[in-house]
């Protein structure tokens, strides 16, 4: 497997994954009407609208036998994204092609990510992730990641009384 920096021809296929990693990790978490809405034409337009404006961060990892993405990875700038600890880089995305999982390529996504923000001279990571998706949450604190209290909602997105948590790392040592 290889890592390469996403470019504008990829969006298809990153609208692909996150399509159906939505579809298989969310559907017993978000509204049937939330998780309609969320296909891969929206999501889609999202990532070309992300280009465009140049908050692509965006990693692929690349399988070196039929050279298909099976996964991909974003970063921000925390501030970017409306998180209040600065010094701090952000994962606000890690999917994997739902036929890849429980094959340890999520741990290399992670790895990659977490080195991508260290190279970047960020103090730590942060992350969101939804507070119901307890396979993310036991994923995330297998790699040393702590809730740090934070919540936040966005109804129009994720749903009514649907929340997100956030997780963070230090990379003091």
Not at 18 to 40: C, F, G, M, V
Not at 56 to 80: E, I
Not at 147 to 153: E, I, K, S, V, Y
């Amino acid at each position: 497997m290889t890592f390469r920096r996403a470019e504008i021809t990829d969006i298809p296929r990153i609208a692909e994954i996150q399509t159906l990693a939505w579809h298989t990790a969310y559907r017993d978490i978000l509204p049937k009407n939330i998780l309609e809405q969320s296909d891969r034409d929206s999501f889609l337009a999202l990532w070309q609208e992300r280009f465009q404006a140049g908050h692509h961060d965006v990693h692929l990892l690349v399988d070196d036998q039929d050279y298909q993405t099976v996964g991909f990875c974003r970063t921000a700038d925390s501030k970017a994204v409306g998180s209040a600890l600065s010094g701090y880089g952000e994962l606000t995305h890690l999917y994997l092609d739902t036929e890849k999982l429980a094959k340890g390529l999520g741990y290399k996504l992670f790895a990659f990510a977490l080195d991508h923000l260290k190279a970047l001279n960020y103090e730590g990571m942060l992350l969101w992730t939804l507070e119901q998706n307890q396979r993310a949450r036991r994923f995330y604190e297998r790699q040393g990641m702590t809730t740090d209290g934070a919540q936040r909602d966005d109804p129009a997105i994720l749903g009514e009384g649907i929340f997100e948590v956030r997780y963070m790392l230090s990379f003091a040592t």
